[in-house]
């Protein structure tokens, strides 16, 4: 019997052996995988060039800091114009309304009653001429500033104040001392005419004679050869006292500057000010009778204390 053998082919076609044969009018065309997107390359920066980068990075960052800062300067400058304009306008009217009252008012009748209002009255009222606009004044504007002093002094003396005094820093007051104290004394005794007689010192005070009279009283403690070990502020501020023609005011008032909350006393001679209360006008540029009165009912409602 003869036996039969089958042979069965296992090998497995590839791509070279099923496309080993082209039909026709057919192309060959390659078999791939589809393409796969690669990173780009990654590009590394020299020293220089991350150095370049960091200062255009900081150029771009300085230059909007700047922008800020100078938007808000900007609006800090247009806050602050706005605010002096606001004062200014405000004091304009206030003057106004305060002059008309005087006029339509008989000023003793009104002396009269303020001075009923008052719990105390200084014994020695000074007035400082800020010396923030003196550059500016005309002589026109001195001249008025005279008048108002003249007529204080005469509401001064009305109220019972002892001692008046003028400070300027500038000494141009002082160099008209002659004239302004002839106008002052004039005017003055217009007003008591027909009235008890009371004295009432006035004064005019510069920069200078507060550096005069410490410069004095440094001599005289100098001749009377007093040890150093005895010299204390007591007996400095007693041969200072001596050595000046004015005592220490109760009240100061400061006007004719410009419109700010701190007060600048020019130079004031300051053995003189320890108990002095302050008071700031700087916005009024006339010392008119309702400034000056206002200025006492102000200073009348403060309660000092004096401590050790």
Not at 59 to 84: E, G, M, P, Q, W
Not at 107 to 118: G, P
Request: proline content about 5%; charged content about 25%; some cysteine.
């Amino acid at each position: 019997m003869a036996a039969t053998v089958t042979v069965v082919d296992t090998t497995i076609p590839t791509r070279s052996t099923a496309s080993s044969k082209l039909e026709p009018g057919q192309s060959l065309q390659l078999i791939s995988d589809p393409p796969v997107d690669l990173p780009p390359p990654t590009k590394i920066a020299t020293p220089q060039q991350q150095e370049l980068e960091q200062q255009i990075q900081s150029t771009k960052s300085n230059v909007f800091v700047d922008a800020i800062c100078r938007i808000i300067l900007h609006l800090i400058h247009i806050i602050y114009l706005t605010f002096i304009i606001y004062k200014t306008v405000r004091t304009m009217a206030l003057d106004l309304y305060h002059q008309h009252l005087v006029h339509s008012t008989d000023t003793e009748e009104l002396i009269r009653f303020d001075k009923a209002q008052l719990t105390k009255i200084p014994k020695h009222f000074s007035i400082l001429i800020s010396n923030e606009l003196s550059h500016e004044r005309t002589i026109q504007e001195w001249d008025n500033i005279v008048d108002d002093l003249c007529r204080v002094s005469c509401w001064a003396w009305e109220f019972g104040i002892e001692e008046l005094s003028i400070f300027d820093a500038s000494g141009d007051l002082k160099e008209l001392g002659i004239d302004v104290y002839k106008r002052q004394s004039t005017m003055l005794h217009q007003w008591m005419s027909n009235k008890e007689k009371r004295g009432l010192k006035f004064s005019i005070v510069s920069a200078e004679d507060g550096r005069s009279s410490v410069s004095r009283a440094a001599q005289n403690i100098a001749k009377q050869k007093i040890p150093s070990e005895k010299i204390d502020i007591a007996l400095v501020d007693k041969f200072v006292h001596e050595c000046s023609d004015i005592s220490d005011p109760e009240l100061m008032v400061v006007y004719d500057a410009l419109p700010h909350s701190y007060i600048s006393l020019d130079g004031f001679p300051p053995w003189h000010i320890r108990l002095t209360e302050f008071i700031n006008k700087g916005t009024h540029h006339r010392l008119d009778y309702m400034t000056f009165s206002s200025t006492l009912l102000q200073y009348s409602k403060v309660e000092q204390r004096f401590g050790r």
